[in-house]
């Protein structure tokens, strides 16, 4: 009895080890992750979090049975079985989490509303910029795509157009970067004079 009490302990202290190896390296990963917005870093980030929490489990396990051991509390010894049933819990969890991600990444998820009304203030920081028309923004893989539709005026040239696009471009993604594409369609603009003056004509 003596010599499974000091393996367990020894076990113990390696199960230990392997909680805070692994938490420091989910906390390391994840870190990483969100700062690069690298779903293939996340997954291993939540790959090191199921085994915190099978280490967790192990210590609970082990540890419970030296405390039964130790007292004679016979029915600590289900401490290791259950905390594997609640670690199983928990990984199924984090499995259908991660399973969601990927599901939402493939079906190009649309980004949240939050961050479309941050988009159209910087687009209508642009001066020249009379109307957003159609404003949406999509996860394409580890970037977001924004696809955007506005009008400017219509006397404006080729060229100007061209860099009213590149100056919004520019704009979202130096406040967003994570934005690795912008594509932006314009459509000319006309104050209500013209409209009325242009209406018999057609």
């Not at 989490?97 to 990927?102: N, W, Y």
């Amino acid at each position: 009895m003596e010599g499974t009490g000091e393996a367990s302990f020894v076990a113990l202290i390696a199960a230990l080890i392997s909680l805070v190896w692994k938490q420091i390296l989910y906390m390391y990963t994840i870190r990483i992750a969100k700062r690069t917005n690298s779903k293939g870093l996340i997954a291993t980030a939540y790959d090191h979090l199921a085994d915190v929490y099978a280490s967790i489990a192990a210590v609970a396990g082990i540890g419970l049975g030296l405390i039964g051991e130790h007292y004679n509390i016979p029915y600590l010894s289900y401490g290791d079985p259950v905390a594997g049933i609640i670690v199983s819990a928990l990984v199924l969890r984090l499995a259908y989490h991660m399973g969601q991600e990927a599901f939402d990444v493939l079906m190009e998820r649309a980004v949240s509303q939050e961050k479309i009304n941050e988009y159209a203030v910087l687009i209508l920081s642009v001066p020249e910029v009379k109307r957003i028309d159609r404003l949406r923004g999509r996860e394409h893989g580890h970037y977001i795509l924004v696809d955007i539709r506005i009008s400017i005026p219509g006397e404006l040239t080729i060229q100007q157009g061209h860099d009213i696009s590149r100056q919004i471009k520019k704009a979202i993604m130096d406040k967003h970067a994570d934005v690795g594409e912008v594509m932006t369609h314009i459509n000319p603009w006309y104050d209500e004079e013209e409209k009325e003056q242009e209406g018999p004509k057609g």
